[in-house]
């Protein structure tokens, strides 16, 4: 299901259709009052069915005139179902009539947002409206492998990069990784690709991707 109020705003609403026509989600329009999305979960349990809360946010939310309104959001969203199965996706890019700010930037102040205020919630980064269901896709299927969610950083990423162990990845570059990627295969094959060497730079900086790419280019993965 989805709420009514996302015909109001206008980042959002361009999804709607996209919305109704999905093949991996049934939705029907509601008025829900602590978030925008309500996705159900892949379960064995014969108690019922759990659903995945999500917020839906964008660099606006974030804005100095907007923040108490978006925290008070997140406190009541964050106490959900005891804080499990929730999810914030967050816009990265607007067009320009909506623009206001870089979405790099935006993406930090939210981070810092829920650090300051102890809201353990994952963020998934959308780079347009339309990945939106892509990526909810990708993100309720890992339900089925992996129950217990947890945004705490992958516990390898800090060394995977030429200048550890002297110089490990910084603390926010990790949550950076940690919200862009699901696995170290998914930061391997990232490093490998023109593609993926491009987001990787524009997200953590020249630097840290090129001692990322040159970690990687001697290594592999197994799972």
Same mark, same amino acid.
């Given at each position: 299901?989805f709420?009514?109020?996302?015909?109001?705003?206008p980042?959002?609403?361009?999804?709607?259709?996209?919305?109704?026509?999905?093949?991996?989600?049934?939705?029907?329009?509601?008025?829900?009052?602590?978030?925008?999305?309500?996705?159900?979960?892949?379960?064995t349990?014969?108690t019922?069915?759990?659903?995945?809360?999500?917020?839906?946010?964008?660099?606006?939310?974030?804005?100095?005139?907007?923040?108490?309104?978006?925290?008070?959001?997140?406190?009541?969203?964050?106490?959900?179902?005891?804080?499990?199965?929730?999810?914030?996706?967050?816009?990265?890019?607007?067009?320009?009539?909506l623009?206001?700010?870089?979405?790099?930037?935006?993406?930090? /102040?939210l981070?810092? &947002? =829920?650090?300051?205020h102890?809201?353990?919630? +994952?963020?998934? *980064? #959308? %780079?347009?409206? !339309?990945?939106?269901?892509?990526?909810?896709?990708?993100?309720?299927s890992?339900?089925?492998?992996?129950?217990?969610?947890?945004? /705490?950083?992958?516990? &390898? =990423?800090?060394?995977?990069?030429?200048?550890? +162990?002297?110089? *490990? #990845? %910084?603390?926010? !570059?990790?949550?950076?990784?940690?919200?862009?990627?699901?696995?170290?295969?998914?930061?391997?094959?990232?490093?490998?690709?023109? /593609?993926?060497?491009?987001? =990787?730079?524009?997200?953590?900086?020249?630097?840290?991707?090129?001692?990322?790419?040159?970690?990687?280019?001697?290594?592999?993965?197994?799972?």
């Amino acid at each position: 299901m989805f709420c009514t109020s996302l015909r109001q705003r206008p980042e959002w609403a361009p999804i709607i259709p996209e919305l109704y026509t999905s093949t991996s989600f049934k939705f029907w329009e509601t008025a829900l009052r602590t978030h925008d999305l309500a996705l159900p979960l892949p379960s064995t349990s014969k108690t019922g069915t759990s659903h995945l809360r999500v917020l839906l946010l964008s660099p606006s939310s974030v804005e100095e005139s907007n923040r108490p309104e978006t925290i008070s959001r997140l406190e009541r969203f964050s106490t959900l179902t005891g804080g499990d199965s929730i999810a914030i996706a967050f816009l990265l890019y607007l067009p320009q009539p909506l623009r206001s700010s870089s979405g790099m930037h935006a993406y930090m /102040a939210l981070q810092a &947002l =829920l650090l300051s205020h102890s809201l353990p919630i +994952p963020i998934l *980064p #959308l %780079p347009t409206p !339309t990945s939106l269901l892509p990526t909810l896709t990708h993100y309720v299927s890992q339900f089925s492998l992996q129950p217990q969610l947890t945004i /705490a950083p992958l516990t &390898l =990423l800090p060394h995977t990069t030429t200048t550890a +162990p002297l110089r *490990p #990845l %910084p603390e926010h !570059t990790i949550h950076i990784l940690s919200d862009l990627y699901h696995s170290l295969a998914e930061v391997a094959t990232a490093t490998g690709s023109e /593609a993926g060497r491009r987001q =990787l730079t524009e997200w953590v900086g020249e630097e840290v991707a090129v001692g990322m790419r040159e970690f990687w280019a001697d290594e592999w993965v197994c799972e």
